[in-house]
């Protein structure tokens, strides 16, 4: 058994993505208000509003790096969820624990696949 790593030739092997990529696009907004407790996020390769549907529900973790230990690591999670579609190019709602900070903006998220649906 492989323990979550697939064969890669004759070299050895590669660890597997069990996540798919994301990227912070900013809040939900209107033309003078923003709603900071729900952020957009753009996945990597959905590009319309039925592929967003495998998505819905699924967890988002927004994973970034500080500058002191805390449990023996300087990195850190925001865990959130994707709570629906928003417009018709593949980007979802999203909301976390914490509401994401205005640096994650233009960042990268991993966008878990699970709890599962199928």
Known sequence: QSHGRTKMGEGGTQPVRLYVKGVVQGYKRGLRNQYVTTSLVKIQGVDDTAATSFYLGKRIAYVYKAHTDQKGTKFRV??????????????????????????????PVRVMLYPSRV
Do not use: D, E
Request: net charge positive; no cysteine.
């Open 78 to 107: 925001i865990w959130g969820r994707v709570m629906r579609a928003h417009g018709t190019n593949g980007v979802v709602r999203a909301k976390f624990r914490r509401n994401l900070p205005p640096s994650a903006i233009g960042g």
